[in-house]
């Protein structure tokens, strides 16, 4: 399994669910599990920023998971209001934990509907060192759970993004700087949209910095 993505199918609380999968040849490798968006509005873990964030955590000798929701491709069940989903990433992190029990450390990423996800994650899941969330959607998504936010991350938004309002990203943004103990950065995007149509390049070298920086610290 070593050296190349294979696709696999992990078991989840609604049946199997539909994944690709990297396995570090490093011993001791961190881990990192990769959320999709919406999979009303066609979300799957196939989606460009889905994986260019998988194949940058790979580039950088991560064990890492990309998954589809229940109900998306070939996993099992069908949509369940976001509860569901939640339910299902828990599954996905448990089992690349299982495959990876001596990681040196476990991050969280989800773009869009998968940053709502992700972070929910993280409020239960002590274990996660670091999230990286794109694109959150604020306006449309209550993010109040983060009082407090347990752990430092990041988050990256596009300039123009047609789908969120300034306000309520700036709103998010101040409860999080306000955190103390964390350290959240903020990364905009200045010519990328929502889906970062024609910016995956700088998405990528974005997240790459960033990790490249973390991942050190441990």
């Given at each position: 399994m070593e050296n190349k993505v294979v696709?696999?199918?992990?078991?989840?609380?609604?049946?199997?669910?539909?994944?690709?999968?990297?396995?570090?040849?490093?011993?001791?490798?961190?881990?990192?599990?990769?959320?999709?968006?919406?999979?009303?509005?066609?979300?799957t873990m196939n989606n460009k920023v889905v994986v260019e964030t998988f194949n940058t955590f790979m580039d950088n000798e991560f064990s890492v998971c990309r998954v589809n929701f229940r109900g998306v491709g070939k996993s099992d069940g069908e949509f369940n209001n976001g509860q569901g989903e939640l339910a299902d990433a828990a599954a996905a992190l448990d089992w690349i934990e299982r495959e990876n029990f001596d990681n040196s450390q476990c991050w969280i990423a989800g773009f869009s509907f998968g940053s709502l996800i992700a972070m929910q994650l993280l409020m239960r899941r002590p274990e996660i060192n670091r999230f990286i969330i794109i694109s959150p959607q604020p306006n449309v998504y209550d993010f109040s759970f983060l009082s407090p936010c347990p752990t430092s991350?990041?988050?990256?938004?596009?300039?123009?993004?047609?789908?969120?309002?300034?306000?309520?990203?700036?709103?998010?943004?101040?409860?999080?700087?306000?955190?103390?103990?964390?350290?959240?950065?903020?990364?905009?995007?200045?010519?990328?949209?929502?889906?970062?149509?024609?910016?995956?390049?700088?998405?990528?070298?974005?997240l790459n910095k960033y990790i490249v920086k973390e991942s050190a610290l441990f």
């Open positions: 696709e696999i199918f992990i078991p989840g609380p609604a049946g199997r669910l539909e994944a690709k999968y990297y396995k570090s040849k490093k011993k001791t490798s961190p881990i990192a599990l990769i959320l999709h968006p919406h999979p009303q509005y066609g979300g991350g990041m988050i990256v938004s596009g300039k123009k993004d047609e789908l969120v309002s300034v306000q309520s990203l700036n709103e998010l943004k101040n409860r999080l700087a306000n955190q103390k103990g964390i350290n959240i950065k903020f990364d905009q995007i200045s010519e990328a949209n929502h889906f970062f149509s024609k910016s995956e390049n700088s998405l990528k070298n974005t």
